[in-house]
């Protein structure tokens, strides 16, 4: 006779990394993680707005840190690789747990960023990996190696605003924060469901401030390439 | 009594169909003390059984209220109520171990109403003084269910239960005159397969499904104890069912079951109809000095919780006057202004929430603004295979709980006993008695390779083939229907001799023309149920008969069972002690033939035959 | 009224199953939905046609039976409602209507609309009680239980396992049932005893038969016939991870 319940119960790791509930814990640590990383990244950026000097003292400072920046670099990586990877993983079984699909779909209050969780996730991936090329290995725009400020220091300031004179690029990167805070506004509020924080009072406001960081972290970010645009950030000396 | 040595327990192998209150709790329990269980139900999963449905509550005697409860006034009240139709041995052992399975539920989980104060809540119920009745809002049932079943899963988890569901019993297979086996029907498959075992114990519920509409659920059916009967098990005062007043009226010839509105609305609502013949004023519309209370009124006691048979003939009776309300004609008003008056909407909220929200849906009234309509129908079947106080059959071997036996109700069963009784049956009564029946036939290790089984089972098969066969042109369901209105017109809520007569003269007739025209579609071999249907109406159609009969034969008025021409001046019930103290046990002579009466004499040591009354 | 329906059939399991087309005549407006499809099997067995196979028993929304997605959403769409409780007046004269099974891996088609939630029993199997054998039970008041936590208790064992959730999920996902029957047991202190086994080896199980895993899309609280919330899979998920750390046997 078979028995059910009875089997060896699964490992820590195992429960981490395989059972569905740990999955889902898995996703919202590393996706709290990475939206610290984003609070963090526009609040810094922001710092264009303070001129030249600060920003630039920023990103020095940031540089100065040496190894410990790696540690965070490595591990920032290892937490967004384990997001996207569980993320994919996570989606690719939700598709075969319903091999047939209906005839007749409908929805009745699952949002749509919740239900493009996987879409938005994956345009942010790409656009990451394109960001990193462009601002950070700089491969994207080779001249920007050459660009340093008058402490000889690398001119991170001017290399955001040459970035952003190109229409394209600013219109792709509004773009994308705009995914990315999309893909927030189910996240923020998921990762407390995840962890067992919610309640039905509880709940629309969270969808409230769940909301509102995402529209704040993109107004936030999408401020410095608009300000470009209209010239209210300008190249020092008004240009090269 | 004897018991098996617990080492011994894995010997023996028990058959339990049906996953109710009372089969589940059985299962469960059986194999918590070390026997090989299999059990079996027709539904998809053990947890969905009829007692699912069942809202109002269980009784007890824990006395938590103080109000000078005990097991003595349990006894009586359950023994008074069957209108002493039952015996008091069952009864009195019954209020004994109540108790206990207030105890065993709340260990299980079940969450039963509480107090401020941590302590359960009781309600009071119809046909009884004191508040005796434990509830789970109206859901009683179902989380009473859920906890037999989740003693039963973790039995199932543990390899101690073998369960099949989707599993119809067919046929009842005796070896050397005992009880062995039974053949099922793998609904899925069609396949027809035989189980053996020491020992069959049936839970197979009530058959007041032979009244077509009724608040039982739409696979309820009579076949199992039917089958039982034609292999010689007596079938124990059939004529005694219960019509539950509180259920939503009828509204069309589509309709397919009627629902049911717990009894315990009748602690706040208050019932009435217009003084007036053919009053067609919206209710509100009535005024108060127009209004006829009729129970407050004949049963000024009780008032609106007088027993269930007595409030369901006071409904009928003002309806036959024509002062019956909705479209119909058939309904009275259950009314609940006082009651949101008195202790406002939140507290009937509180109390009847989900109730009112069943109503709302299916009748679209609004019950916080209209008063509810309802109608008494088919509702629990107190007769059910004759047990003797192990509760086995006259088959030795063969075992029978809960609403499937006749044990426990008389002639009227008082509301929230069902649930005692199927549960006391499984937990605490069934377990015991039991042992005495292994301790004396052994172990005996049978293979479903007997002759014994090969012909049970070729029974089976031709019995479905012959449906198959007729293609006629009306279905199952059709017959269903009719026959349903036989019983209800001839053999409902009042009956009288020349209409059981016209029941015994349309019945054989209505089964003639079922076999001759019945259409069935689909294949034996597949998943089939206009099959299963036809299986189940068939039955039905035969055992209707003993039924009729069963009611023909009590020449007496009591409890449930009304007969016209024995009532009193002003129309009560008039009991006859002298000629019918006794259960009518029913033996199978062969189909369309008059079955056999057994009388099983009931000797009242302990309580008085008293009239009835609730006045 | 009149209606056009378009009915999953399917023969058995093995068949691949297609989409066909009926008229419902003559429907009123009192009738439930199941009542409705049995006018519509008996106008079928006239004509010779198998009738269409769908699970029901108790009608009138308890059992947990009846199943049916109807016009994309499980028992219809109107809330706090099963299918056998959804009546025709919601429904207008003309309408079509799509009524297909519950789709999910883990409940697999037996015939046209009835599938095997089987899978269902599995995980209550796995731990969905309270290891305690009939006999040897303190007395029922002897562990006083809040009101508030017996509600809640209440709230969550409502569920009735129709699968519903399973069905409605994006992701077929099982978490509302067994995040109900956690949180029915976690409420109450009988419960308790064994929290941290039953939640991890429930979880097991559901992983197990195939059940998709929980998003967040709340979907299945929308069409939960007995309205239990998604409050209940926050509370397993903290459930869940309580026990993590938890050596279980």
């Known amino acids: ?172 990167y509004i773009i994308a924060v705009g995914l990315v805070c999309y893909h927030l506004t189910h996240g923020i509020a998921s990762m407390f469901q995840t962890v067992g924080l919610n309640n039905p009072r509880f709940q629309p406001v969270l969808d409230k401030i769940a909301w509102t960081l995402a529209v704040l972290i993109f107004l936030g970010f999408i401020s410095i390439p608009l300000g470009v645009m209209f010239g209210i950030l300008q190249l020092p000396g008004g240009g090269l | 009594m004897k018991l098996v040595n617990p080492a011994n327990k894995r010997k023996y192998h028990v058959i339990v169909v049906g996953t109710g209150l009372a ?93 401020y104060g941590g302590m359960l809540d009781n309600r009071s119920f119809g046909g009884a003084q004191v508040s005796r009745t434990f509830y789970a809002r109206g859901q009683t049932g179902q989380q009473l269910l859920l906890g037999a079943y989740s003693a039963l899963i973790r039995q199932i988890g543990r390899g101690q239960v073998k369960m099949f569901p989707r599993t119809e019993m067919q046929d009842l297979v005796l070896i050397n005159g005992h009880a062995k086996g039974i053949v099922v029907r793998d609904l899925v498959t069609g396949k027809i397969e035989s189980h053996a075992a020491d020992a069959v114990v049936l839970a197979t519920g009530g058959y007041g499904r032979v009244f077509n509409l009724s608040t039982m659920g739409l ?66 519309r009535i005024p108060e000095d127009e209004r006829d209370y009729y129970l407050e009124r004949k049963y000024p006691s009780f008032g609106n919780l007088a027993p269930r048979d007595i409030s369901s003939r006071s409904a009928k009776e003002v309806c036959d006057e024509g002062r019956g309300v909705g479209p119909t004609g058939y309904g009275v008003y259950l009314d609940f202004a006082d009651a949101i008056k008195r202790l406002g909407k939140h507290i009937i909220e509180q109390r009847y929430g989900n109730l009112f929200e069943m109503y709302h849906l299916i009748t679209d009234e609004d019950p916080y603004e209209v008063p509810m309509r309802i109608y008494p129908a088919s509702h629990y079947t107190m007769g059910g295979l004759w047990v003797d106080y192990n509760l086995m059959s006259n088959i030795p071997g063969l075992h029978v709980i809960g609403e499937a036996n006749f044990s426990d109700h008389g002639a009227n069963r008082l509301g929230a006993s069902a649930l005692m009784q199927g549960l006391a049956d499984g937990y605490f009564i069934l377990p015991y008695t039991i042992s005495d029946y292994f301790a004396r036939a052994g172990a005996q290790n049978i293979s479903t390779d007997r002759a014994e089984f090969r012909a049970a089972e070729n029974e089976v098969e031709d019995r479905i083939k012959k449906i198959m066969a007729v293609n006629g042109r009306q279905t199952a369901e059709s017959f269903h229907k009719r026959l349903g209105t036989i019983m209800w017109e001839y053999s409902g809520m009042a009956r009288n001799e020349t209409g059981l007569k016209k029941a015994l003269e349309l019945i054989p007739a209505l089964r003639e023309e079922f076999w001759k025209d019945v259409k069935v579609l689909g294949e034996a071999e597949d998943m089939n149920q206009t099959l299963e249907r036809a299986g189940r109406v068939a039955d039905f159609l035969e055992f209707a008969e003993i039924f009729a009969y069963d009611a023909l034969n009590r020449e007496e008025s009591c409890g449930a069972h009304f007969r016209e021409e024995y009532q009193t001046e002003d129309g009560e019930a008039r ?38 009354s609730y006045k | 009224m009149n209606l056009t329906l378009h009915v999953w059939r399917q023969k058995n399991a093995q068949d691949k199953g297609r989409m066909e087309t009926y008229q419902a005549h003559d429907i009123t407006p009192d009738m439930s939905f199941l009542e409705m499809l049995d006018v519509v099997n008996e106008e079928l067995v006239a004509k010779g046609i198998e009738p269409i196979h769908f699970d029901h028993d108790c009608r009138e929304g308890i059992c947990g039976a009846c199943s049916l997605v109807i016009n994309g959403i499980p028992h219809g769409g109107k809330r706090g409602c099963t299918t056998c409780e959804l009546r025709m007046r919601n429904f207008k004269d003309g309408d079509e209507i799509y009524v297909e099974p519950f789709r999910a891996r883990a409940f697999p088609v037996v015939k046209d609309l009835m599938v095997n939630r089987s899978a269902f029993d599995r995980i209550l199997q796995a731990g969905g009680f309270v290891s305690v054998n009939t006999g040897a039970v303190p007395d029922g008041n002897a562990v006083p239980i809040p009101k508030t936590d017996a509600d809640r208790a209440m709230d969550a064992a409502a569920c009735i396992g129709c699968g519903a959730c399973v069905a409605a999920c994006k992701n077929a996902s099982a978490m509302l049932f067994v995040a109900a029957k956690v949180t029915h047991l976690a409420w109450l202190p009988q419960g308790k005893v064994e929290r941290e086994r039953r939640v991890k080896k429930m979880v097991a199980q559901m992983d197990k038969e195939g059940f998709g895993n929980c998003t967040n899309y709340y979907e299945c609280e929308a069409v939960c016939p007995k309205n239990i919330r998604v409050e209940v899979i926050a509370r397993m998920n903290r459930e869940y991870l309580r026990a993590l750390p938890k050596k279980i046997e």
């Open chain 1, 1 to 172: 006779m078979s028995t059910i319940g009875l089997e060896k119960p699964r490992s820590l790791p195992a429960e981490i990394s395989y059972a569905s509930v740990g999955k889902k814990v898995l996703m919202a640590v590393t996706g709290l993680v990475a939206f610290a990383y984003v609070l963090g990244h526009m609040l810094g950026n922001l710092q264009i707005f303070a001129g030249r000097e600060r920003l630039n003292d920023y990103a020095e400072f940031l540089h100065s840190l040496g190894w410990l920046l790696w540690v965070i670099r490595v591990f920032l990586f290892a937490f967004f690789v384990i997001h996207v990877w569980k993320g994919i993983q996570l989606k690719l079984e939700n598709w075969a747990s319903r091999p047939q699909r209906y005839v007749k779909n409908n929805t009745v209050q699952a949002s749509l960023s919740s239900r493009t969780m996987i879409w938005t996730g994956l345009a942010v991936l790409s656009f990451v990996v394109y960001h990193i090329l462009h601002f950070t290995v700089r491969i994207t725009n080779p001249q920007y190696q050459k660009m340093v400020d008058d402490l000889g220091r690398p001119d991170v300031y001017s290399m955001v605003i040459t970035g952003y004179q190109n229409n394209l690029i600013a219109v792709v």
């Open chain 2, 219 to 284: 696979g309820c059916n009579v076949t199992a104890v039917y089958r039982a009967y034609k292999r010689g098990a007596l079938f124990a005062n059939p004529c005694f069912t219960q019509i539950h007043p509180t259920c939503i009226p009828y509204s069309g010839e589509f309709q397919s079951k009627l629902t049911l509105m717990s009894e315990s609305l009748r602690n706040d609502g208050r019932i009435w109809v217009p003084k007036k013949k053919g009053d067609q004023r919206p209710p509100n």
């Open chain 2, 23 to 115: 089969g589940a709790s059985a299962a469960a329990s059986l194999a918590e003390l070390g026997y090989n269980v299999k059990a079996f139900c027709f539904q998809d999963s053990a947890r969905r059984a009829h007692s699912i449905g069942a809202q109002g509550g269980i009784n007890a005697a824990k006395n938590y209220q103080n109000d000078g409860d005990s097991i003595w006034r349990l006894f009586y009240d359950t023994i008074k109520g069957g209108d002493f139709r039952s015996r008091e041995g069952n009864v009195y052992r019954l209020a004994q171990v109540a108790n206990n399975i207030i105890d065993q539920c709340v260990a299980q989980g079940v969450p039963f109403a509480r107090e």
């Open chain 2, 575 to 612: 009991r006859d002690d002298k000629r019918f103290a006794y259960v009518a046990a029913w033996e199978y002579k062969g189909v369309g033939i008059k079955p056999e009466l057994h009388k099983e004499p009931l000797d009242f040591e302990n309580v008085e035959l008293a009239t009835r």
